[in-house]
Nanobody
């Protein structure tokens, strides 16, 4: 059974950093491209970044250039998203996504940036 479980969210002060994790279960993690998305209250879900099967190639949305770093450890079946210099507008639920047919979403982890 395919499962994606995000963790690492929480309440962070502006300017802080976080590392989110997405642990995969039920499939060979290294066989799939993976992505991180986020959804802020009242807004559509937006793509942050995508990483290739081996992690050699990454692609970021224009809005994510500079402060976000996507990575993966296939031996641990885990994908990561580091976010630096957090801003209140980064407040959102963050989701990991398996780029496949059928596709799969995690349940999300909430990030709240507030002083």
């Amino acid at each position: 059974q395919v499962q994606l479980v995000e963790s690492g969210g929480g309440l962070v002060q502006p300017g802080g950093s976080l590392r989110l994790s997405c642990r995969a279960f039920g499939f060979t993690f290294g066989d799939y491209f993976m992505s991180w998305y986020r959804q802020a209250p009242g807004k559509e879900r937006e793509l942050i970044a995508t990483i290739s099967r081996t992690g050699d190639n990454v692609d970021y949305a224009d809005s994510a250039q500079g402060r976000f770093t996507i990575s993966r450890d296939n031996a641990k079946s885990t994908m990561y998203l580091e976010i630096h210099s957090l801003k209140p507008e980064d407040t959102a639920a963050y989701y990991c996504y398996r780029r496949s047919i059928p596709d799969y979403w995690g349940q999300g982890t909430q990030v709240t940036v507030s002083s």
